[in-house]
């Protein structure tokens, strides 16, 4: 079952710091629905996920999953980061079944079938060294799914990919958490992505970290890219970007180690 989430007024400065990387976000995101994150490096996003995830807590203000106050990580709700994570020593079906083993099950039957969902059927035994990025992040998927949760956050788990396989992915992931009633957070720096998977984008600006607008996408699933709608969907996003934080037209692409990278127009 999708998970409702709220962030009810937080604010977190960092220890050491004298100014709030994040103050007063509230936001709230309904069952089922696919929100994207977006703003330029140091606004705060990743930090933010992390809260969802419940690594870190707030220094005022609270996150509520379900109504329920979120103070620690749960298995309701998993986390995809940059680099899938994967111990080199185990096979593809040994990754997948980590989340499950951690809480102290075992589910043949759904690894199988996860693997099956993510395209893995054939490479269940595979050293997962011997697997491409693409490949390695839908192990990580398959894990992130084994636990059931309510909720998938996604951190940039996309961007040291080529675009053909980011490309991919990202329709792959949008599909599976609507097929499998899941809500979806994910952070990105890149415009394409969140127009290519969010029903809505919020719109984060620095010193300090906050929500200054947002964007719904009312485009059908799977978006098709090469559509005129999905062209002005993506400029209508740029746009209001820029009108709220900033001119950030870069065409330099940032690290993909970077947490909180600035958006980019990606190329058509």
Not at 165 to 187: F, Y
Request: glycine share 6%; aromatic share 4%.
């Amino acid at each position: 079952m999708a998970a409702s989430v709220s962030v009810d007024f937080i604010t977190h400065t960092f220890k050491g710091q004298s100014a709030p990387t994040l103050k007063d976000v509230e936001l709230s995101i309904r069952p089922g629905e696919q929100v994207a994150l977006i703003g330029r490096s140091g606004c705060g996003k990743s930090t933010l996920l992390h809260m969802l995830a419940g690594l870190m807590l707030p220094t005022e203000g609270c996150v509520h999953i379900r109504g329920h106050m979120v103070t620690k990580p749960s298995a309701k709700w998993n986390m995809m980061f940059q680099k899938p994570s994967l111990y080199p020593w185990m096979s593809v079906r040994q990754n997948a079944e980590l989340g499950l083993l951690f809480a102290g099950r075992r589910d043949p039957a759904r690894i199988d079938a996860l693997l099956d969902l993510v395209g893995l059927a054939d490479k269940a035994d595979a050293n997962v060294q011997s697997l491409s990025g693409g490949q390695q992040q839908r192990v990580a998927l398959a894990r992130s799914l084994a636990t059931s949760p309510e909720l998938l956050l996604l951190d940039e788990p996309f961007s040291a990919l080529d675009a053909f396989t980011r490309a991919a992915l990202q329709d792959e992931v949008s599909r599976i958490a609507r097929q499998e009633k899941l809500t979806l957070v994910i952070v990105t720096h890149d415009i394409d992505e969140a127009v290519a998977m969010a029903d809505r984008v919020l719109i984060m600006a620095a010193n300090p970290g906050r929500i200054v607008g947002e964007m719904a996408i009312d485009l059908p699933t799977p978006r098709e890219r090469a559509s005129a709608e999905y062209s002005r969907a993506r400029e209508q996003l740029m746009t209001t970007f820029d009108g709220l934080v900033g001119d950030g037209r870069s065409t330099a692409a940032p690290s993909a180690d970077t947490q909180d990278a600035e958006p980019q127009r990606a190329a058509a």
